[in-house]
Nanobody
Framework: QIQLEESGGGSVQAGGSLRLSCAAS????????MGWFRQAPGKEREGVAS????????AYPDSVKGRFTISRENANNSVYLQMNSLKPEDSGMYYC???????????????????WGQGTQVTVSS
């Protein structure tokens, strides 16, 4: 059973930066894919970054490409999301997720992942 714990959320003005962290525990084999998702009130959960495979390939939707960077540190079982040039529409609850098995779903689909953290709130004011 994998446990994921997010941290680093907060309130920031538009144009500012935040760095989210996700500490993973409870596994022997590293999850094949890790992702960050966000969900605003009344909206569906949206994938904002993923990192997968031995080479650490990454993927981002156009809405955050060039502003968000996902990275991982295998030594301490952590994944990070560096968010720059934040916009009010980036506000929401941010979740860390892990996928441990092969799947037909894309990296941006919540259905690709089978473990989730509790989330950390990000609020960007204009």
């Amino acid at each position: 059973q994998i446990q994921l714990e997010e941290s680093g959320g907060g309130s920031v003005q538009a144009g500012g930066s935040l760095r989210l962290s996700c500490a993973a525990s409870g596994y022997t084999d590293r999850p094949w894919i890790m992702g960050w998702f966000r969900q605003a009130p009344g909206k569906e959960r949206e994938g904002v970054a993923s990192i997968y495979g031995a080479n650490g390939n990454t993927a981002y939707p156009d809405s955050v490409k060039g502003r968000f960077t996902i990275s991982r540190e295998n030594a301490n079982n952590s994944v990070y999301l560096q968010m720059n040039s934040l916009k009010p529409e980036d506000s929401g609850m941010y979740y860390c997720a892990a996928g441990t098995s092969s799947s037909a779903f894309s990296a941006s689909s919540p259905r690709r992942y089978n473990y989730w953290g509790q989330g950390t709130q990000v609020t960007v004011s204009s």
